[in-house]
């Protein structure tokens, strides 16, 4: 969010950025109040049938009800299965193997520390996000169980009943989707493509005010200022969160940032009231049929294209409008020689990785052993200093260290004061508060229903904002739940809701003090550092592929693909951590921000590019080049790599030359491409469509890597 990010004051004026923050984060979207309505009524439902029924656990119910994932309507069924599926395996994984070391208070110690270890390796190495919310739910509320003095049948029947709350907030939930889903209309890419299609309306609307030489229509106006507060994180949860094809999500996750990169120019253009030359006029109008373009295309499945292709024609009014029409041509560039979006929806192709539920990386990657170890560490002395001091009560402290860890992963340390604001406010202001002021005044499961309501809804319209405060909005409601909803009963005594938000804060200051202290760096430096690393990944994945035997190099190309999507998002959750740190480097902070935020969409259309191009690389079926080509195009792919190691090389403050062969080996390549046309006429004009597509693709190439070499 670019207008948001440069709306940003520095330290003095705190109080005043942070009340324009929370109005921006708070104010609805479309589908928001839809959303929070589901939520709400799933949460609803899944309490009133454990208060019904008498069930314990009823706060996993409700607060699986509300992070369960439910953006991909059409896979509810599926995402289901695998829910209660993860739920079985939980409960038989705790059943199991505690009955192991239920008599040995040494293997019991190492048991639930292996338990957490387990449960952090599983959110960091899982891809299925129901999956590893169930899982990771199941041992943060039912290892401790086992720490109880009663009999081993009783913690059997409470693990049980811990498993079936689950089971409830799964059916409910996907009861309540399947049934809106049948209200609604299209296909659950309409979630992700529609939102992208008002964002491209919202501007083109907006242009064509300017061709036609009239004010803008105020109503334009705010719609477009509202759409760059709002920003695209939403989108970016969806599809994160989603089902999608792994193609499916790397094509729309490249356009994502460059529409935010469109609509905030748009709200800019807006704040600026500026007035086109006349001369500008037939350019804006090009601009907007582009646009228009590109948004009917996506809507019916097709590749974008460009209606008037862009001439050599120079504008002579605000820079942001050559930076529209360069941000509109960078997202036909990106599909380049790529197939139509529809295809990739029901399922992978056979040249795109499946869907899996654990990281291609997962026993590789020693990022996952690091944050499990952290992980262990963090759960394992909430574990251990709780029993030391023979405090029971703050046991939740162990559950909201595996819950916060849902959304720990690339977050900055400032964000945990959301944490424990949202644990403060849910646990003595809505949960203390309502058992001195409310609960004396209620008699009936009825009352208590409409104020669980209440702060479940405020709850939920915090949760589904942008990522900066979403964390508040988790916090909230758990601690509200842990102290009503722990046993079947309107809890009276003060000193039981005491400490179950003392464990709730003792968690999250466990979690600040190892994952933000012990091995942090502040947002600006892990996003540098991850951008970095991504631009190598790029690079690496650039000169592939290395082995010859083409089942190791699709592995391998799958592989690298993971890990740079991995980098792309993790650039984007520090860059809004960066936004949320305060100090004497806060403006240049900003500026590396800014400045990073601006061209991660370009590297993210070069690489998806690259994808395409790796094919011909690979000599795929349908993409095979002539011999004296390939060797034309390894080249240019080599110059390419070097290109881009040069600037993470500049990046990271080493003395690095700009390579300047890039240009020359683009020609070598084209010339290649013309002498084996000249010699093999036949044979080229077989190869006319494919080096039809081939060439405007490395052209591509080369203007963005140029372009990134400029700017770095």
Same mark, same amino acid.
């Given at each position: 969010?670019?207008?948001?990010?440069?709306?940003?004051?520095?330290?003095?004026?705190?109080?005043?950025?942070?009340?324009?923050?929370? +109005?921006?984060?708070?104010?609805?979207?479309?589908?928001?109040?839809?959303?929070?309505?589901?939520?709400?009524?799933?949460? !609803?439902?899944?309490?009133?049938?454990?208060?019904?029924?008498?069930?314990?656990?009823? =706060?996993?119910?409700?607060?699986?009800?509300?992070?369960?994932?439910?953006?991909?309507?059409?896979?509810?069924?599926?995402?289901?299965?695998?829910?209660?599926?993860?739920?079985?395996?939980?409960?038989?994984?705790?059943?199991?193997?505690?009955?192991?070391?239920?008599?040995?208070?040494?293997?019991?110690? #190492?048991?639930?520390?292996?338990? =957490?270890? *387990?449960?952090?390796?599983?959110?960091?190495?899982?891809?299925?996000?129901?999956?590893?919310?169930?899982?990771?739910?199941?041992?943060?509320?039912?290892?401790?169980?086992?720490?109880?003095?009663?009999?081993?049948?009783?913690?059997?029947?409470?693990? #049980?009943?811990?498993?079936?709350?689950? #089971?409830?907030?799964?059916?409910?939930?996907?009861?309540?989707?399947?049934?809106?889903?049948?209200?609604?209309?299209?296909?659950?890419?309409?979630?992700?493509?529609?939102?992208?299609?008002?964002?491209?309306?919202? %501007?083109?609307?907006?242009?064509?005010?300017?061709?036609?030489?009239?004010?803008?229509?105020?109503?334009?106006?705010?719609? /477009?200022?509202?759409?760059?507060?709002?920003?695209?994180?939403?989108?970016?949860?969806?599809?994160?969160?989603?089902?999608?094809?792994?193609?499916? +999500?790397?094509? /729309?996750?490249?356009?994502?940032?460059?529409?935010?990169?469109?609509? $905030?120019?748009?709200?800019?253009?807006?704040?600026?009231?500026?007035?086109?030359?006349?001369?500008?006029?037939?350019?804006?109008?090009?601009?907007? +049929?582009?646009?228009?373009?590109?948004?009917?295309?996506?809507?019916?499945?097709?590749?974008?294209?460009?209606?008037?292709?862009?001439?050599?024609?120079?504008?002579?009014?605000?820079?942001?409008?050559?930076?529209?029409?360069?941000?509109?041509?960078?997202? %036909?560039?990106?599909?380049?020689?790529?197939?139509?979006?529809?295809?990739?929806?029901?399922?992978?192709?056979?040249?795109?990785?499946?869907?899996?539920?654990?990281?291609?990386?997962?026993?590789?990657?020693?990022?996952?052993?690091?944050?499990?170890?952290?992980?262990?560490?963090?759960?394992?002395?909430?574990?251990?200093?709780?029993?030391?001091?023979?405090?029971?009560?703050?046991?939740?402290?162990?559950?909201?260290?595996?819950? !916060?860890?849902?959304?720990?992963?690339?977050?900055?340390?400032?964000?945990?004061?959301?944490?424990?604001?949202?644990?403060?406010?849910?646990?003595?202001?809505?949960?203390?508060?309502?058992?001195?002021?409310?609960?004396?005044?209620?008699?009936?499961?009825?009352?208590?229903?409409?104020?669980?309501?209440?702060?479940?809804?405020?709850?939920?319209?915090?949760?589904?904002?942008?990522?900066?405060?979403?964390?508040?909005?988790?916090?909230?409601?758990?601690?509200?739940?842990?102290?009503?909803?722990?046993?079947?009963?309107?809890?009276?005594?003060?000193?039981?809701?005491?400490?179950?938000?003392?464990?709730?804060?003792?968690?999250?200051?466990?979690?600040?003090?190892?994952?933000?202290?012990?091995?942090?760096?502040?947002?600006?430096?892990?996003?540098?550092?991850?951008?970095?690393?991504? *631009?190598?990944?790029?690079?690496?994945?650039?000169?592939?592929?290395?082995?010859?035997?083409?089942?190791?190099?699709?592995?391998?190309?799958?592989?690298?693909? $993971?890990?740079?999507?991995?980098?792309?998002?993790?650039?984007?959750?520090?860059?809004?951590?960066?936004?949320?740190?305060?100090?004497?480097?806060?403006?240049?902070?900003?500026?590396?921000?800014?400045?990073?935020?601006?061209?991660?969409?370009?590297?993210?259309?070069? =690489?998806?590019?690259?994808?395409?191009?790796?094919?011909?690389?690979?000599?795929?079926?349908?993409?095979?080049?002539?011999?004296? /080509?390939?060797?034309?195009?390894?080249?240019? $792919?080599?110059?390419?790599?070097?290109?881009?190691?040069?600037?993470?090389?500049?990046?990271?403050?080493? %003395?690095?030359?700009?390579?300047?062969?890039?240009?020359?080996?683009?020609?070598?390549?084209?010339?290649?491409?013309? !002498?084996?046309?000249?010699?093999?006429?036949?044979?080229?004009?077989?190869?006319?469509?494919?080096?039809?597509?081939?060439?405007?693709?490395?052209?591509?190439?080369?203007?963005?890597?140029?372009?990134?070499?400029?700017?770095?």
């Amino acid at each position: 969010m670019a207008t948001a990010a440069q709306a940003v004051p520095d330290a003095t004026n705190l109080l005043s950025w942070f009340g324009q923050f929370l +109005k921006d984060e708070l104010t609805p979207y479309p589908g928001r109040t839809a959303l929070v309505v589901r939520m709400v009524i799933a949460a !609803t439902i899944a309490m009133l049938i454990c208060m019904t029924f008498q069930l314990s656990y009823a =706060f996993q119910a409700a607060i699986l009800a509300l992070i369960i994932s439910r953006e991909s309507v059409q896979a509810t069924l599926r995402a289901s299965a695998t829910m209660l599926v993860f739920t079985a395996l939980g409960a038989a994984y705790i059943l199991t193997s505690a009955w192991f070391v239920i008599s040995f208070p040494t293997a019991h110690l #190492l048991w639930v520390m292996a338990s =957490f270890f *387990l449960a952090f390796f599983a959110l960091s190495a899982t891809n299925d996000y129901n999956a590893v919310v169930i899982f990771a739910t199941m041992i943060a509320f039912g290892v401790p169980l086992w720490d109880r003095y009663v009999s081993a049948e009783t913690n059997v029947e409470d693990t #049980l009943r811990l498993a079936l709350s689950a #089971l409830i907030a799964v059916l409910v939930t996907s009861t309540m989707e399947l049934l809106f889903a049948r209200r609604r209309t299209g296909g659950h890419s309409d979630e992700m493509l529609l939102p992208i299609a008002e964002r491209l309306s919202a %501007v083109e609307s907006l242009l064509e005010c300017y061709v036609e030489n009239r004010p803008v229509d105020p109503a334009i106006e705010n719609y /477009v200022q509202r759409l760059g507060m709002v920003g695209t994180s939403l989108l970016r949860r969806i599809l994160q969160r989603s089902d999608f094809a792994p193609r499916y +999500k790397e094509q /729309v996750g490249a356009l994502v940032p460059l529409i935010g990169r469109l609509v $905030d120019n748009a709200a800019n253009l807006t704040l600026l009231e500026i007035t086109p030359a006349d001369q500008d006029r037939p350019l804006i109008g090009r601009l907007a +049929k582009n646009i228009a373009g590109i948004r009917a295309d996506l809507l019916t499945g097709r590749i974008p294209h460009l209606r008037e292709p862009a001439e050599m024609i120079p504008w002579h009014g605000v820079a942001l409008l050559p930076e529209m029409e360069h941000t509109v041509s960078l997202i %036909v560039d990106a599909f380049v020689g790529s197939r139509p979006l529809s295809i990739y929806l029901p399922a992978a192709s056979s040249a795109d990785p499946p869907n899996r539920i654990f990281a291609r990386d997962a026993l590789t990657n020693p990022e996952h052993l690091k944050f499990a170890l952290k992980g262990c560490l963090t759960a394992g002395s909430c574990y251990i200093v709780y029993n030391a001091i023979d405090w029971p009560g703050i046991s939740t402290a162990v559950t909201t260290c595996l819950l !916060t860890a849902l959304s720990t992963v690339g977050s900055s340390r400032q964000k945990q004061v959301l944490r424990f604001a949202g644990a403060a406010v849910g646990g003595f202001v809505f949960g203390m508060g309502s058992q001195i002021f409310i609960l004396p005044h209620i008699d009936s499961i009825g009352g208590f229903t409409i104020l669980f309501v209440l702060v479940t809804a405020t709850g939920c319209w915090f949760m589904t904002s942008g990522p900066r405060l979403s964390y508040f909005g988790v916090q909230l409601v758990l601690a509200y739940y842990l102290v009503h909803l722990q046993e079947f009963a309107i809890q009276t005594s003060l000193a039981i809701a005491r400490d179950r938000v003392v464990g709730v804060l003792f968690g999250l200051l466990m979690m600040w003090f190892v994952f933000d202290q012990m091995w942090s760096s502040p947002a600006v430096v892990q996003m540098r550092k991850t951008f970095i690393s991504t *631009l190598r990944l790029v690079a690496e994945f650039t000169r592939e592929p290395a082995s010859a035997d083409l089942e190791v190099a699709v592995e391998r190309s799958f592989s690298l693909r $993971d890990a740079i999507n991995k980098g792309f998002d993790g650039v984007r959750a520090s860059a809004d951590g960066v936004l949320l740190e305060f100090g004497p480097s806060r403006q240049q902070d900003l500026a590396w921000r800014n400045r990073i935020v601006r061209w991660q969409p370009q590297l993210r259309a070069l =690489f998806l590019m690259r994808t395409h191009l790796w094919r011909y690389r690979a000599q795929l079926p349908e993409f095979t080049l002539p011999s004296p /080509v390939l060797s034309a195009q390894q080249e240019f $792919d080599n110059q390419s790599s070097a290109v881009l190691e040069g600037i993470a090389d500049r990046l990271d403050g080493r %003395v690095s030359a700009r390579a300047s062969g890039l240009h020359r080996s683009f020609e070598q390549l084209n010339q290649a491409i013309a !002498t084996f046309a000249s010699k093999h006429p036949q044979e080229a004009l077989a190869l006319a469509p494919r080096l039809q597509t081939f060439l405007p693709l490395c052209q591509k190439t080369e203007t963005v890597e140029t372009l990134l070499d400029q700017a770095f």
